[in-house]
T-cell receptor
Framework: NAGVMQNPRHLVRRRGQEARLRCSPM?????VYWYRQLPEEGLKFMVYLQKENIIDESGMPKERFSAEFPKEGPSILRIQQVVRGDSAAYFCASSPYKAVDASPLHFGNGTRLTVT | DQQVKQNSPSLSVQEGRISILNCDYT??????FLWYKKYPAEGPTFLIS?????DKNEDGRFTVFLNKSAKHLSLHIVPSQPGDSAVYFC?????????????FGTGTRLAVRP
C-alpha cells in the first residue's frame, strides 16, 4: 500500500511564475490536508479538502493560493505569481477520517519550492 | 501567536540513556496531542498520541506524559538509539471545534551519540 505521494520533490520557479504541487493520498483516504513549513519553523496548516470540496481553508493566504481535490486524480495546490516568501517545503497529508483523533495524519515527503 | 511551543531547539543524548522532549501549549481547547518524528528530506512520521482524558500513553520505547494543569507534555524515549536522531514535532488538535487541523511546534532536533 503506497504512502502519500507528492510530486515534484523539488520545484524551482522564478518570481511571477506559477507553481503546481500534486498530492496523491493513500489508497482509501478521502481526506487531504496541505501544510507548509518555512525554514526553521514548524508545519502550518493551510487547507483541508475532501473529494471535490474544500472543507477548511482558514490557513490559506487570501490571494494567489488555491487548492483542489477533484473526483479523479490528485489534489493540486496552486500558487500563482510566486514570490520569494513562498519558498518553503509543502507537505500533503491524508487520512481515512476527518478528526485527527480517529486516525493520525500520514504525510508525504513534501515538495520543496524555491523561488529565485 | 505560537500556541504550541518547543523551547529546546536541540537535545543531545548518549545512546542507551533516556531522551526527554518537552512541549508546552497555551490553547485550553486542545484535547488531543501527537508526536511526529521527521528525518531530513522526508515527511513527518506519526510516533505516538495522547487524549486529554489520559495522562500517560506508552508504546514500546516511547511514552508520552500529559500534565493538563500545566499545559505541558513530554515524550520519553528509553533507551535512546542512534536511529532516533531526528527532529521531533509536538502537535495538538482541538477535536471538538477544529478536529481537522493540527497545530505544530517548531521542533526539537535530537542527536543520539553512539
Amino acid at each position: 500500500n503506497a504512502g502519500v505521494m507528492q510530486n515534484p520533490r523539488h520545484l524551482v520557479r522564478r518570481r511571477g511564475q506559477e507553481a503546481r504541487l500534486r498530492c496523491s493520498p493513500m489508497k482509501g483516504h478521502s481526506h487531504v490536508y496541505w501544510y507548509r513549513q518555512l525554514p526553521e519553523e514548524g508545519l502550518k496548516f493551510m487547507v483541508y479538502l475532501q473529494k471535490e470540496n474544500i472543507i477548511d481553508e482558514s490557513g490559506m493566504p487570501k490571494e494567489r493560493f488555491s487548492a483542489e481535490f477533484p473526483k479523479e486524480g490528485p489534489s493540486i495546490l496552486r500558487i500563482q505569481q510566486v514570490v520569494r516568501g513562498d519558498s518553503a517545503a509543502y507537505f500533503c497529508a491524508s487520512s481515512p477520517y476527518k478528526a485527527v483523533d480517529a486516525s493520525p495524519l500520514h504525510f508525504g515527503n513534501g515538495t520543496r519550492l524555491t523561488v529565485t | 501567536d505560537q500556541q504550541v511551543k518547543q523551547n529546546s531547539p536541540s537535545l543531545s543524548v548518549q545512546e542507551g540513556r533516556i531522551s526527554i522532549l518537552n512541549c508546552d501549549y497555551t490553547n485550553s481547547m486542545f484535547d488531543y496531542f501527537l508526536w511526529y518524528k521527521k528525518y531530513p528530506a522526508e515527511g513527518p512520521t506519526f510516533l505516538i498520541s495522547i487524549s486529554s482524558i489520559k495522562d500517560k500513553n506508552e508504546d514500546g520505547r516511547f511514552t508520552v506524559f500529559l500534565n493538563k494543569s500545566a499545559k505541558h507534555l513530554s515524550l520519553h524515549i528509553v533507551p535512546s538509539q542512534p536511529g532516533d536522531s531526528a527532529v521531533y514535532f509536538c502537535a495538538a488538535s482541538a477535536t471538538k471545534s477544529s478536529g481537522d487541523k493540527l497545530t505544530f511546534g517548531t521542533g526539537t532536533r535530537l542527536a543520539v551519540r553512539p
